[in-house]
């Protein structure tokens, strides 16, 4: 499994020594942050693949063209289609609303199903799928199904054209990871035959932050974007990291 590291401008540095090759870059960091901008651009015509996100997550969200804009100029490979936590009926409106498709060719879509439990998030994976004849490239699955249900359940629901992509992790990875190969739910590599083809996080660094490991045993740490870390301990984290999901 790839590993996609979310890193503010001081780290850039560091993933690119760390020989990360895939990016998530944050639509609305590369809009409003120059340097941000220069490091991925400069990345994409190094070859590295990046994912563009499209701030549905976060409590300041980009208009859609402008998204679509800040991923044109630093050549990204794919596009977070328009989705709204959890929010079932919205999601499949926005995803496949004319417009916002027209602004992305299909082998540059993302899309990210959501949903309250996975009755919602299937129905809202099907009808975007229906919606768009499956001309998207990659399925991105939310880190808090994780806790609804599991990615493994819905891993097994997609149809196995497209590529998978787990937008963070819901946990500290260390749990994470460990629950999942105890209960069998899921191997990283993948399930029943579909590979899970990457991941993205600020693990490493946030935890570096903190002078912790990745897998120090302890709860979950958030990234503060302007915060200081320890960067050999961020870059031992990645490495760990890396070498865990493809275990």
């Not at 009808?127 to 990615?151: N, P, Q, S």
């Amino acid at each position: 499994m790839k590993l996609a590291i979310i890193a503010p401008p001081q780290y850039h540095e560091l993933v690119r020594a760390t020989r990360c090759y895939m990016h998530m870059a944050l639509a609305q960091e590369l809009l409003r942050d120059p340097i941000y901008r220069k490091f991925y651009h400069e990345e994409a015509h190094l070859g590295a693949f990046i994912i563009v996100d499209n701030g549905a997550a976060e409590s300041d969200c980009p208009r859609f063209n402008e998204v679509v804009d800040a991923a044109n100029a630093i050549s990204a490979d794919e596009i977070i289609l328009p989705d709204v936590i959890e929010n079932c009926d919205e999601t499949i409106a926005r995803t496949t609303d004319f417009l916002a498709c027209s602004q992305v060719e299909a082998c540059r879509r993302a899309i990210v199903p959501q949903g309250r439990n996975i009755d919602e998030w299937l129905r809202c994976y099907e009808e975007i799928d229906r919606r768009l004849h499956g001309a998207y490239a990659t399925v991105c699955i939310a880190k808090h199904m994780e806790h609804k249900c599991g990615r493994a359940p819905l891993i097994r629901a997609l149809n196995g054209k497209h590529h998978i992509h787990y937008l963070g992790f819901d946990g500290a990875p260390a749990t994470e990871i460990a629950a999942a190969r105890a209960t069998d739910r899921i191997r990283y590599a993948g399930v029943y035959g579909q590979e899970v083809r990457s991941i993205d996080t600020a693990a490493p660094i946030a935890y570096a932050q903190e002078n912790k490991a990745i897998f120090y045993g302890g709860p979950k740490i958030s990234l503060d974007w302007n915060g200081r870390a320890n960067l050999l301990i961020a870059a031992s984290n990645i490495g760990d990291l890396r070498d865990e999901l493809n275990d």
